[in-house]
């Protein structure tokens, strides 16, 4: 794999050294390459034509990642430093762009591209992206461009993306992708490393999973080659979960009432206030979803289901996600944490009811060991209608399991 690694550094170093020199970078050399790869996925960028003519990727993934201003973005394998530059326009003064490559006359072609552009907010450093050279957690977003298929390592460059982001924190790249009918002998006959090496989307998905993303997307976009494409991949590192308190009361109960106007949180329609909501839930195990800005993203929290001291490890629980953050794993990882916390505590049941139609929440429970016991029919009016509820259940494995019972 060194072998590979040093064939991909000189390659892209002796088109640096071109690209220095004035002479273009010569990479670019297949039929068809500049139709397909490029600076051709930045049409209509504010760029000079020297900077954009260094692009060698397949695609443009700051139209994948919605950068916003304020952000830190990191741009894996960043070349000539193109994504950099256009990211470091986005994120403003007050955001930062960094470019990461791991050969040097890469980085001096990117370095000299940033003082002619007169860009302040943007710096590029020497690594791999196996081993990233960056802090734990301090990236909002993480950007590469048909760079990962070249790595020899792709679950370690995978789990380094995991470390660098900060809860709530996104990746939106492009990369090549394998067809599904791709054949060892056909990746053996490449001779171009990004080539070879390509995986296939199930497997790029599959991997991201394992390294903890959540919300993972992957898109095949156009062809780049005999069974190769580029792809569009977006995933999001879960979010944070921390206890709540007071200080997130506002925003609490605005992700509250966004889940009543849905129709299908609750049989209420409106949020009480502060002193209400805190007098009605259990002042253990609760907590909320902060984003990479430290915003809420959802919540979760428990009452008591009686008096009774058999009930005493039985609770009743609410989980809300705000509407913009769904599909991020915020629910996984509030359910997570309220197992957690309430399993500490000796806690051995947590259930609730859910309507029948809410399918996403009754998909997140069954996911996070929640079953389904049985239907309360025509329990209760809401918006004028009778409605029914399905009574949910998660019984610990953990805490007050008979050791004689067989598995569930």
């Known amino acids: 794999m060194n072998a590979d690694r040093d064939a991909v550094r000189d390659r892209y170093a002796t088109a640096a050294r071109r690209a220095l020199a004035g002479e273009g970078t010569g990479l670019l050399t297949g039929a068809g390459d500049a139709e397909r790869l490029g600076a051709v996925h930045y049409a209509g960028e504010e760029v ?10 397949c695609g443009n993934p700051l139209a994948v990642a919605e950068l916003r201003p304020g952000e830190t973005v990191l741009d894996l394998g960043s070349g000539g430093g193109l994504d950099v530059l256009l990211s470091a326009r986005r994120v403003g003064p007050r955001g930062r762009a960094i470019g990461l490559d791991m050969t040097d006359d890469m980085l001096s072609l990117a370095r000299r591209h940033a003082e002619q552009a007169g860009i302040t907010n943007a710096e590029f450093v020497h690594g791999t992206i196996e081993r990233i050279p960056l802090p734990d957690a301090s990236v909002d977003v993480v950007i590469s461009n048909c760079v990962i298929a070249m790595s020899p390592d792709k679950p370690a460059v995978f789990a380094e993306i995991a470390r660098v982001l900060r809860p709530g924190g996104r990746l939106g790249i492009t990369d090549i992708l394998a067809g599904d009918t791709l054949t060892d002998a056909e990746r053996a ?23 903890g993303f959540a919300a993972v997307d992957v898109r095949l976009t156009h062809e780049v080659g005999d069974k190769l494409h580029s792809a569009i991949i977006r995933a999001t590192r879960p979010p944070g979960v921390v206890p709540m308190t007071a200080a997130h009361a506002g ?24 002193a209400t909501w805190d007098a009605a839930h259990l002042p253990e195990h609760r907590l909320v979803a902060v984003g990479a800005a430290g915003d809420v993203l959802g919540w979760t929290a428990v009452t008591a289901v009686s008096s009774r001291c058999v009930y005493a490890g039985v609770v009743e629980h609410s989980v809300y996600v705000h509407p ?38 009754r998909a997140l429970h069954r996911r996070a060991g929640f079953r389904e016991v049985g239907i309360r029919e025509r329990v209760g009016r809401h918006h004028g209608r009778w409605r029914d509820v399905v009574m949910i259940e998660r019984r610990s494995s953990v805490v007050g399991a008979d050791p004689a019972a067989p598995p569930a």
Do not use: K, M
């Open 48 to 57: 000079p034509a020297e900077v954009t003519a260094t692009s060698l990727g």
């Open 189 to 211: 006959a490449r001779t171009v490393e990004c080539l070879s090496g390509a995986l296939t989307a199930e497997v790029y998905r599959t991997l991201l999973r394992e390294a």
């Open 251 to 274: 925003q609490v109960l605005a992700v509250y009432q966004a889940g009543l106007d849905t129709g299908q949180a609750s049989f209420e329609t409106t949020a009480p206030d502060w």
């Open 324 to 361: 913009d953050a769904r599909g991020q794993g915020v629910g996984n990882a509030l359910l997570s944490g309220l197992v957690t916390s309430t399993e500490h505590a000796g806690i051995w049941t947590i259930q609730s009811g859910i309507f029948p139609e809410n399918t996403a929440s």
